[in-house]
DNA sequence: CCTGAAATCCACTATTG
DNA sequence: CAATAGTGGATTTCAGG
């Protein structure tokens, strides 16, 4: 169920990093019931083993410039593995677009984009149909209201079995 | 452009903190060639706005237990606004939702959830539909690849006007 | 793998420009 | 508003169990 390298001290460690990347190592040691030298080294090892891959301060950023934020569902013609990663190098050039996940079903590609109006998601709208990569369809959805802003995942299923 | 209570210095705060949420104060100070008291007193002014709403450590979910994630697009029968409401209020009390956006289009909502299995994820798809908030269907996507992990907004639209 | 102490280094405040 | 300097406290290393 758990990872044998991965204990319950790491998980609670990770739980409150989640939700506040800049305690001090000294009142998280005290959160999970470790010295503070003890406490570090664990977060020194979770970082190197790549179990945390970043701390990131979350901003309001329709406080900050205009956006517009697009949920786009690309679908792709011919699959040729190939054309993904042409297309996968692009969308990694584009600042605009902050998240891509591939996924199953009837599309191919979930795009997060944010732009300032519809206008300019429209130019690249166009762009990533036109550059011959071989998408075929956008459908695209504006975000309208964050109703549950991610703030972590939980790390230990609650769901129990039946 | 940018709003008044905004310079360019703030931004290179933010701009740096969403990459590193971690990074000290003195060492913030450098980067965007202030005073580490000057510094910390706009990181603190930005805290206190709420243009930075968190700090959170971003954790390599899959190595830590099976996760299986699902975008889920939601639709609702009868628009009663009220209806909304409940379904919020239910969304919000379920840890497995872990972001929830309501989106213009042909889908009132997009979820992203966590689960053990698909078994998991028909048990909650199912909660949902059944729950009487008006969810008339759901359509949903697994994710097979984070190409491109969200890692920060650009607070300065690069894109030029024609 | 932990604790505890010692030595840095940093956050934060007061003061001043 | 920003810089400088001081002090209380935190981070980090290391010795030892």
Redesign the interface.
């Known amino acids: 169920m758990?990872?044998k390298d991965?204990d319950r001290t790491d998980?609670r460690i990770?739980n409150v990093?989640?939700?506040?990347?800049?305690i001090t190592n000294q009142a998280l040691a005290d959160r999970v019931a470790l010295s503070p030298s003890a406490c570090l080294r664990r977060v020194r090892d979770l970082e190197a083993r790549?179990?945390?891959?970043?701390?990131?301060?979350?901003?309001?950023?329709d406080?900050?410039?205009?956006?517009t934020i697009v949920?786009a569902q690309v679908t792709f013609g011919r699959h040729a593995l190939d054309s993904f990663g042409e297309f996968?190098r692009r969308?990694?050039d584009m600042?605009?677009?902050?998240?891509?996940?591939?996924?199953?079903?009837a599309?191919d590609?979930?795009l997060?984009v944010?732009?300032?109006d519809v206008h300019?998601w429209k130019?690249i709208a166009r762009m990533l149909l036109g550059g011959d990569y071989g998408v075929e369809r956008i459908?695209?959805?504006?975000?309208?209201?964050?109703?549950?802003?991610?703030?972590?995942?939980?790390?230990?299923?609650?769901?129990r079995k039946a």
Do not use: W
């Open positions: 758990l990872p991965i998980l990770l990093l989640q939700q506040d990347a800049r790549g179990l945390i891959t970043g701390y990131r301060a979350q901003v309001a950023v406080r900050i410039r205009t956006a949920l996968d969308i990694l600042p605009e677009i902050v998240e891509a996940c591939r996924i199953s079903g599309h590609y979930m997060r944010i732009v300032n300019e130019d459908v695209s959805h504006f975000l309208m209201d964050e109703v549950k802003p991610f703030s972590g995942y939980p790390l230990t299923s609650s769901r």
